[in-house]
Nanobody
Framework: QVQLVESGGGLVQTGGSLRLSCSASGRTVSDINMGWFRQAPGKDREFVAAVRWSGTRISYADSVKGRFTISRDNVRNTLYLQMNSLKPEDTAVYYC?????????????????????WGQGTRVTVSS
C-alpha cells in the first residue's frame, strides 16, 4: 500500500509559479513509478507528467512542456511538480499517482488506469 498526500496548491496570477508536493508513505519514491494528473472543471482527468521508478525516464504532456518540471527527493520521499509560467488553462485539481507495477524497459506509464494509488488532490487556480 502507498499513501499519497499532495500539498502546495493555491491561487496564483497568470505567469506565476507554484510547486506542488506529494508526500509518499508505504513505499520509497525511488522504487515506484509516479506521476501527476489534473482535472479541470467540467473536463476529464488528464496526464501531466510522470517519472519512471529508476528516474531514467520522464515524460510531460505537450501542454506543459518547458513550463513544468517533475522531480523527486528520495530522502524526503516526496515527488514534486514545479509549475512556472502558469496560464488560466492550468487551473485544475492536481493529483499525485503511483504504482509499483514496472513498465516495459524504457517505457513509462502515461495512462490513469496504469496507476494504483492516488492522492486526494490539491487545487490550483490561475487568475487572468
Amino acid at each position: 500500500q502507498v499513501q499519497l498526500v499532495e500539498s502546495g496548491g493555491g491561487l496564483v496570477q497568470t505567469g506565476g509559479s507554484l510547486r506542488l508536493s506529494c508526500s509518499a508513505s508505504g513505499r520509497t519514491v525511488s522504487d515506484i513509478n509516479m506521476g501527476w494528473f489534473r482535472q479541470a472543471p467540467g473536463k476529464d482527468r488528464e496526464f501531466v507528467a510522470a517519472v519512471r521508478w529508476s528516474g531514467t525516464r520522464i515524460s510531460y504532456a505537450d501542454s506543459v512542456k518547458g513550463r513544468f518540471t517533475i522531480s523527486r527527493d528520495n530522502v524526503r520521499n516526496t515527488l514534486y511538480l514545479q509549475m512556472n509560467s502558469l496560464k488560466p488553462e492550468d487551473t485544475a485539481v492536481y493529483y499525485c499517482a503511483a504504482t509499483g507495477r514496472t513498465p516495459p524497459l524504457g517505457a513509462i506509464w502515461l495512462e490513469q488506469s496504469q496507476y494504483d494509488y492516488w492522492g486526494q488532490g490539491t487545487r490550483v487556480t490561475v487568475s487572468s
